[in-house]
């Protein structure tokens, strides 16, 4: 591939994306220890940066071909991607998506007039079904990450960063299938050698990682993470070869660290953000990546996240973050006990949640009990004194 590619998208693409421009964030900035910019894809249209891959693929094939019809596989942004350059274009879609495929994204899928197929547990289950059915049909199939027109059009958030912050010194990316990392890689390294690109992955979802370490393509028995676009098994032969050429450094980050990203976009930046576009920034925050005094452009590549999803995030950040605590503590268990303990935790300023009694462990005396709490309180210093309050106190606690 040649860079030149990339800019042939860029003007391809540029009467049908939004110009989403690289904004500074002083909070994460102060945070990080580096000079930290945004490159929000999550207020892309259709929520995410695969519109752009999907419309420079479909519109090349419909100058070049007159393709009347595509298939494709996706775990959701993709698919909805593709459902929307269809639209435009005048080509009707079939789009494969996994069973476990968060609603929103399906409606979403649907509702840009593409016929939506559920089918598997996984993205890699769903490509599989989208092959068979291209078989039967006949359909052009669009490949979320693994096509050189693809790789192009993802190539395209770089064209839009240097063309924003000439000056940039490291850009930060996701990595699932490799698409949006290939391609921006591929067009930055052949206009600033010297800008660093960092690939990040989810620990469950550690392909790319791998193959990157031991240069040679590797793909992944089982994913688990809460990044499900980025949960892939098997990344593309493509993109694989042109990360291991063009990208200085892959990290992991956990499940855990990108709650709290999420949720720190939401209550800093006011940007909703799913899981994926938020392992850039959790990569930097926990300092994955030696980025201080950099110039750092984080890719924030989608917001399409399940609403009913969004407290289950938002619960795991605060616990991550020690603004929610779980302990136990032995209790006696008579009239008067639980108000006595809970005038204790009221004194330390901290605001109860949840409760659970356990009175059915073995070596519980006859009037003993545990008590399970769960408590909102300021920073995870405050959640500390309040446990050795409660020790103080006479109750023997500690954090779960």
Not at 106 to 120: E, I
Not at 126 to 154: C, M, N, R, T, W
Request: aromatic share 6%; charged share 25%.
């Amino acid at each position: 591939m040649d860079y030149r590619e990339v800019e042939s998208a860029a003007h391809r693409l540029q009467p049908v994306i939004h110009n989403v421009r690289v904004t500074r964030s002083k909070t994460f900035s102060n945070m990080s220890g580096c000079d930290l910019y945004l490159k929000c894809e999550n207020r892309q249209k259709t929520g995410s940066f695969k519109v752009r891959g999907a419309f420079n693929k479909l519109a090349k094939l419909k100058e070049e071909e007159g393709v009347e019809n595509v298939i494709a596989s996706s775990a959701g942004n993709h698919a909805q991607g593709v459902a929307y350059a269809s639209k435009c274009l005048g080509i009707h879609a079939t789009i494969v998506m996994p069973k476990s495929t968060p609603i929103a994204k399906v409606q979403a899928t649907a509702g840009y007039g593409a016929d939506v197929v559920l089918a598997g547990d996984c993205y890699d289950e769903a490509y599989a079904k989208a092959v068979e059915l291209q078989k039967e049909s006949g359909a052009v199939f669009i490949h979320p990450f693994d096509d050189e027109d693809v790789i192009a059009g993802q190539g395209t958030i770089a064209y839009e960063i240097f063309h924003d912050l000439p000056n940039v010194d490291m850009i930060v990316v996701p990595a699932g299938g490799g698409g949006l990392l290939s391609g921006i890689a591929l067009y930055a390294k052949a206009i600033n050698p010297r800008v660093q690109i960092i690939g990040v992955q989810a620990e469950g979802a550690d392909a790319i990682v791998s193959s990157f370490d031991q240069k040679t393509h590797c793909c992944t028995d089982s994913v688990n993470t809460i990044a499900d676009g980025i949960a892939v098994l098997n990344p593309g032969e493509k993109t694989v070869e042109i990360i291991n050429r063009h990208v200085d450094q892959m990290v992991r980050v956990s499940d855990d660290e990108i709650a709290a990203a999420i949720l720190l976009l939401l209550e800093r930046e006011k940007q909703v953000v799913e899981p994926s576009g938020a392992a850039p920034l959790a990569a930097v925050l926990n300092h994955k990546i030696d980025s201080k005094g950099k110039r750092v452009v984080c890719v924030l590549s989608g917001g399409n996240i399940d609403v009913s999803f969004i407290h289950k995030v938002v619960e795991k950040g605060l616990l991550t973050r020690g603004r929610n605590m779980k302990f136990k503590t032995l209790m006696q268990d008579v009239p008067g006990a639980l108000e006595h303990f809970c005038t204790v935790v009221r004194k330390q300023n901290a605001n109860i949640i949840e409760v659970q009694y356990d009175r059915f462990q073995a070596d519980l005396g006859l009037k003993e009990t545990i008590i399970h709490m769960a408590v909102e309180v300021s920073s995870r210093e405050h959640g500390e004194t309040l446990i050795k309050a409660l020790n103080k106190a006479g109750y023997q606690s500690e954090i779960e």
